[in-house]
């Protein structure tokens, strides 16, 4: 069969590429086209129509500034997918796109499979309309998703979550071999994860940077994002002594850390994941939060609190995000009671994702969806 695969982020290309060798492990005659990255690249071993990095396009002044390009990137996608024929259109997250293909692969009569769905529960609620016009098969990610689109009866299937996935399957660096690579001393570590964005790099590095002198028995390490190069981050560690920034190894990281302060979004799941305690933050400049306030609409900020359905890990956001309250609450999940529940939550959150493997889960459905079909 042929499936045609959009993939919008670097995220994208990695979820999209294991469903493609899910897929391949059902369908021996399984064929694709796609809009991707590297990793697609490498399970296809031929390259995307359209790489990711020509789409990734975040906020109105970044959408503005490339208009042009996401127009023509939205016809050649059209265009391709007519000449192409595929057996069913899958979209992978990236939804201001996304859904636009999803309106016009509906329309010409293509079956139409969004994996990973929206984040319709925080923000933009009013696309539902849109998923359930043009959408035949939706598969979630998270477990309370079901509810959600339940509640605009809409039918949701949840298939596992792929974080899960790329954590049980990492196998890494012992403790030894990454000591040693990166000449680490013997202190327990704190992980710093600030993000992947310069925006996030700005707001939270600094105040996460602030509380190091407090903690001399830790050793802090920031992760470094593909996106930056070491200058990015001198910028900041100039004024310390000591503080590595290791890139591509951000899970040796996290499996090695003994406590972990990290930027909210997916990296707060991997870290829960790794059984790291931690304390979320974000910040960004006050006039987004102010109207952030009033779009969002989600009892918690952080992954592991909405999965959980409760406070399980301390969310840090802008003005609470501050040196004192940083260092009071690094403290409190370093050693003592609030370390231990928090490690015991984490338990209950992995049963609560599940352990069968998302991808090969979702491929199941896709290709017993277009067979029935």
Same mark, same amino acid.
Not at 219 to 228: L, T
Not at 242 to 264: E, F, K, N, Q, W
Not at 343 to 354: H, I, Q, S, T
């Given at each position: 069969?042929?499936?045609? +695969?959009?993939?919008?982020?670097?995220?994208?290309?990695?979820?999209?590429?294991?469903?493609?060798?899910? +897929?391949?492990?059902?369908?021996?005659?399984?064929?694709?086209?796609?809009?991707?990255?590297?990793?697609?690249?490498?399970?296809?071993?031929?390259?995307?129509?359209?790489?990711?990095?020509?789409?990734?396009?975040?906020?109105?002044?970044?959408?503005?500034?490339?208009?042009?390009?996401?127009?023509?990137?939205?016809?050649?996608?059209?265009?391709? +997918?007519?000449?192409?024929?595929?057996?069913?259109?899958?979209?992978?997250?990236?939804?201001?796109?996304?859904?636009?293909?999803?309106?016009?692969?509906?329309?010409?009569?293509?079956?139409?499979?969004?994996?990973?769905?929206?984040?319709?529960?925080?923000?933009?609620?009013?696309?539902?309309?849109?998923?359930?016009?043009?959408?035949?098969?939706?598969?979630?990610?998270?477990?309370?998703?079901?509810?959600?689109?339940?509640? $605009?009866?809409?039918?949701?299937?949840?298939?596992?979550?792929?974080? &899960?996935?790329?954590?049980?399957? $990492?196998?890494?660096?012992?403790?030894?071999?990454?000591?040693?690579?990166?000449?680490?001393?013997?202190?327990?570590?704190?992980?710093?994860?600030?993000?992947?964005?310069?925006? %996030? @790099?700005?707001?939270?590095?600094?105040?996460?940077?602030?509380?190091?002198? /407090?903690?001399?028995?830790?050793?802090?390490?920031?992760?470094?994002?593909?996106?930056?190069?070491?200058?990015?981050?001198?910028?900041?560690?100039?004024?310390?002594?000591?503080?590595?920034?290791?890139?591509?190894?951000?899970?040796? @990281?996290?499996?090695?850390? $003994?406590?972990?302060? &990290?930027?909210?979004?997916?990296?707060?799941? %991997?870290?829960?994941?790794?059984?790291?305690?931690? &304390?979320?933050?974000?910040?960004?400049?006050?006039?987004?939060?102010?109207?952030?306030?009033?779009? &969002?609409?989600?009892?918690?900020?952080?992954?592991?609190?909405?999965?959980?359905?409760?406070?399980?890990?301390? %969310?840090?956001?802008?003005?609470?995000?501050?040196?004192?309250?940083?260092?009071?609450?690094?403290?409190?999940?370093?050693?003592? /009671?609030?370390?231990?529940?928090?490690?015991? /939550?984490?338990?209950?959150?992995?049963?609560?994702?599940?352990?069968?493997?998302?991808?090969?889960?979702?491929?199941?459905?896709?290709?017993?969806?277009?067979?029935?079909?």
């Amino acid at each position: 069969m042929k499936y045609f +695969i959009i993939a919008g982020e670097a995220s994208g290309d990695l979820h999209a590429a294991n469903l493609m060798k899910a +897929i391949k492990q059902l369908d021996n005659k399984a064929e694709f086209q796609y809009l991707g990255g590297d990793l697609m690249n490498k399970v296809t071993k031929r390259p995307p129509m359209i790489h990711y990095k020509q789409m990734a396009f975040m906020g109105v002044v970044d959408v503005i500034k490339n208009i042009r390009t996401i127009y023509h990137n939205l016809q050649q996608t059209k265009k391709a +997918i007519l000449s192409y024929k595929p057996d069913t259109v899958i979209l992978v997250d990236y939804p201001g796109f996304n859904l636009k293909i999803a309106a016009f692969a509906k329309k010409k009569g293509y079956k139409t499979v969004y994996y990973i769905a929206p984040k319709l529960w925080a923000w933009k609620e009013g696309r539902v309309k849109k998923i359930k016009k043009y959408i035949d098969k939706l598969l979630v990610i998270l477990p309370f998703e079901i509810a959600f689109y339940n509640k $605009h009866k809409i039918r949701a299937e949840y298939v596992g979550n792929p974080v &899960v996935d790329a954590v049980q399957n $990492h196998k890494g660096l012992s403790r030894n071999e990454f000591f040693e690579k990166f000449r680490l001393d013997n202190r327990p570590v704190i992980a710093l994860l600030p993000g992947s964005r310069r925006q %996030e @790099l700005k707001m939270m590095l600094p105040t996460m940077l602030a509380i190091v002198n /407090d903690f001399p028995e830790y050793q802090f390490i920031i992760s470094g994002a593909p996106s930056f190069n070491e200058s990015d981050y001198q910028d900041y560690t100039k004024y310390y002594t000591d503080i590595p920034v290791i890139s591509g190894h951000t899970y040796d @990281l996290l499996r090695h850390s $003994h406590s972990a302060i &990290v930027t909210s979004g997916t990296a707060a799941l %991997e870290t829960a994941l790794f059984k790291v305690p931690q &304390v979320v933050v974000y910040k960004t400049h006050q006039w987004q939060y102010e109207i952030g306030k009033h779009l &969002v609409k989600i009892p918690y900020f952080s992954l592991p609190n909405l999965i959980m359905q409760r406070l399980i890990v301390t %969310e840090l956001l802008q003005n609470n995000f501050n040196r004192a309250v940083l260092k009071a609450e690094l403290q409190q999940i370093n050693q003592g /009671d609030k370390r231990r529940q928090i490690l015991a /939550d984490y338990r209950v959150l992995e049963n609560l994702l599940g352990k069968e493997p998302a991808s090969e889960k979702a491929a199941k459905s896709i290709v017993n969806f277009i067979k029935k079909t």
